[in-house]
């Protein structure tokens, strides 16, 4: 079965860091496009990060968050990360794994970030 396991999310105060984790099974990540979404309550989910297939080597952030998060992976763990710097109040939210190919969603991990 295609699963999607986020953990790292937590409690940190305004201008802490967190790195959230994926653990992907039941496919190889090297060869998926892979995606960190978050929704915020009330709020529709919006796309933060991504990371392309490994034969194509490239990754984004959007302007949300450019130049604070990072997106990487480490295909023999099966694992993509999300690392968050210098966190915002506004950064709170669910954070959601994705794998593009058939829309595959992970349960997500709580982000919270206190002023």
């Known amino acids: 079965q295609v699963q999607l396991v986020e953990s790292g999310g937590g409690l940190v105060q305004a201008g802490g860091s967190l790195r959230l984790s994926c653990a992907a099974s039941?496919?190889?990540?090297?060869?998926?496009?892979m995606s960190w979404y978050r929704q915020a309550p009330g709020e529709e989910r919006e796309l933060v990060a991504q990371?392309?297939?490994?034969?194509?080597?490239?990754?984004s952030v959007e302007d949300s968050v450019k130049g604070r998060f990072i997106i990487s992976k480490d295909d023999a763990k099966n694992m993509v990360y999300l690392q968050m710097n210098s966190l915002k109040p506004e950064d709170t939210g669910v954070y959601y794994c994705?794998?593009?190919?058939?829309?595959?969603w992970g349960q997500g991990t709580q982000v919270t970030v206190s002023s």
């Open positions: 039941g496919f190889p990540i090297s060869t998926h496009h």
């Open positions: 994705h794998r593009n190919l058939g829309g595959v």
């Open positions: 990371i392309s297939a490994s034969v194509r080597n490239w990754t």
